[in-house]
């Protein structure tokens, strides 16, 4: 938070990964613990962009995961190519440019691949020699201000 407030960056980049060690290590009420922790984390830094005038009002805020975690009860602990669906992630934004539509039902699916190359496209930047990136989820997607390329 202090960084934020001093330098001000443009791109701010905040990797949360607590719970991915507490559930490898099979402690599932850290994780939850540490969910709520990580809620609570968010909301202070989007109070804080909210109420620092560099910021408020265009910002956008992207959080999602590394990985899937599996489809079935027994999959919380392991994730990689051999378990279903660790290879399905999700994805929040929050923006002024988005309306807010909760979870999404019936729309193609963005890929994680999407992300640099979305937050280069809101930047007007095509990212070269990235591979594989993938194609900037479009303004309907992420809001006005995101530019398909």
Known sequence: ???LKRAHPRVLYIAFDETDD???DGHYDLVLETL???DGYLKELWDALQSDPQYR???TLIVTTDHGRGRTG?????HGKDVPG?????MAIASPDSTRRGEWRDHPPLFQNQIAATIASA??????GAEPAGRPANRVE???RARSG
Do not use: C, N, P, S
């Open 36 to 38: 709520h922790r990580t």
């Open 74 to 78: 027994d999959g919380w602990r392991k």
């Open 86 to 90: 660790a290879d399905e992630i999700w």
């Open 123 to 128: 930047f007007g930047l095509k990212l070269r």
């Open 1 to 3: 938070m202090d960084y």
């Open 22 to 24: 507490w559930a490898h």
């Open 57 to 59: 009002g265009t910002t």
């Open 142 to 144: 992420v809001g006005r």
